[in-house]
């Protein structure tokens, strides 16, 4: 391999010798680099760094080629990384560990996939979320070559390009941040691009609630619609401000009609945590209409002999059918609390009837206390009243 003054006229006419597949050129500036020509590239050179690992042993640490490399960065990166060697650092096991690292959709599969499945309940949105957007991105690449830039690009693209809410968008980066959490905590990488991305935070709740004639309509169609099972569910949700999917996975025992209590448990609840849920008079009518239609579920699917998972279709229906179309099953649960608030019972107990892990959350339903609100503030006002004088009228003004 000849020793030669490289120069930048020399390098854009590189050849392999005749006969070689491969011909290396040393620089005779900086000890160690060289250049080297293939046959099979012949427009294209690569820059090399030839050194000694702590066992003696002879490496070559590829620089880059000479299209987006020069001969001085050449030099420079040769120069940085002897000094790095000599400091300690191997870049061939560097290199080795760096080509371990996985893609996103690799990373996934084999390792985030099988820990959340079973300590996730959102899993399954995860996963949908995963296949629909996340994978055509970035499921090909490392997960040490995403960027900030790409996920703060794909982030605007989602709300920009696609028309996706706010809140949809956001979810995308907050699973995103979850997954290089997880690879940082596991060793697999060592920061976290999606760490400092601002999100939009937009407030997107809607709270619809239900005057005395809406209420009057709904419970109408509720009576009268032949999707029975579906109509007792959405009473039973009215009646008690669960959840449907806290109403829908419902087994009978854990109800307790003696005491007139539901207990959802921890794995079925949003707090995490196990919720007693107090039963009414309606909610026990519409618990008095099931009871014998099977031991375990309390919402029974005849077609599946499970529990239902949705009511999509029914509900689409019954809604129409009241002149709601906007209406939204959640919205029950809402219509609960404002029923709540309006017959002047206190946050408090909304709060606990709900199932709100703080007072904040169930702030939102103070502006329904509009009646009780009232009242308060007439107390103010009578004893503002009381403590006024009563003074006498004015003599009236005699002419002298």
């Not at 390792?111 to 499921?139: I, M």
């Not at 960027?147 to 989602?158: E, P, R, V």
């Not at 209420?215 to 039973?236: D, E, G, K, W, Y």
């Not at 196990?274 to 309390?298: F, G, I, K, T």
Request: net charge positive.
């Amino acid at each position: 391999m000849p020793v030669v003054q490289l120069t930048t006229q020399f390098i854009r006419t590189l050849t392999t010798e005749p006969s070689k597949p491969r011909t290396e050129w040393c620089d005779k500036e900086c000890k160690g680099l060289y250049v080297e020509a293939r046959a099979t590239s012949p427009n294209l050179s690569t820059y090399y760094l030839r050194y000694k690992d702590e066992g003696g042993t002879t490496r070559h640490l590829r620089l880059g080629n000479t299209e987006t490399m020069t001969l001085p960065e050449a030099r420079n990166s040769a120069m940085a990384k002897k000094t790095e060697i000599r400091q300690g650092a191997n870049p061939s096991m560097e290199r080795k560990a760096e080509k371990q690292i996985p893609t996103l959709r690799r990373f996934v599969e084999e390792q985030y996939a099988p820990y959340c499945k079973v300590r996730k309940r959102s899993w399954h949105t995860d996963e949908l979320r995963f296949n629909q957007r996340l994978f055509p991105q970035f499921g090909d690449s490392r997960l040490d070559r995403i960027t900030t830039k790409q996920l703060i690009d794909f982030h605007s693209a989602l709300k920009v390009n696609h028309a996706l809410a706010p809140a949809t968008c956001d979810h995308f980066i907050k699973l995103m941040r979850h997954v290089f959490n997880m690879a940082i905590k596991w060793g697999v990488i060592e920061k976290n691009p999606a760490s400092k991305i601002g999100l939009f935070n937009a407030d997107n709740r809607v709270e619809n609630t239900l005057d005395d004639h809406q209420l009057q309509r709904l419970m109408m169609v509720l009576s009268t619609h032949p999707n029975r099972a579906a109509c007792r569910i959405a009473m039973f949700l009215l009646s008690t401000g669960c959840r449907l999917n806290e109403a829908l996975c419902a087994e009978w025992d854990q109800v307790d009609l003696a005491q007139r209590v539901w207990r959802i448990p921890a794995l079925n609840s949003k707090s995490k945590r196990m919720r007693p849920v107090p039963l009414n008079e309606s909610a026990l009518e519409v618990l008095a209409q099931v009871r014998q239609d099977h031991p375990q579920w309390v919402f029974l699917n005849p077609d599946t002999g499970t529990h239902y998972k949705t009511l999509h279709n029914a509900w689409e229906s019954i809604r129409i059918q009241a002149g709601m179309p906007w209406l939204r099953l959640h919205d029950l649960r809402h219509a609960y609390a404002s029923l709540l608030v309006n017959s002047g019972r206190t946050l408090y107990e909304v709060q606990s009837l709900l199932g709100h892990s703080t007072p904040q959350v169930t702030q939102r339903y103070a502006h329904m206390n509009t009646r009780a609100l009232l009242d308060a503030s007439e107390v103010a006002s009578q004893r503002i009243r009381a403590a006024t004088p009563r003074l006498l009228p004015a003599p009236p003004h005699v002419a002298p």
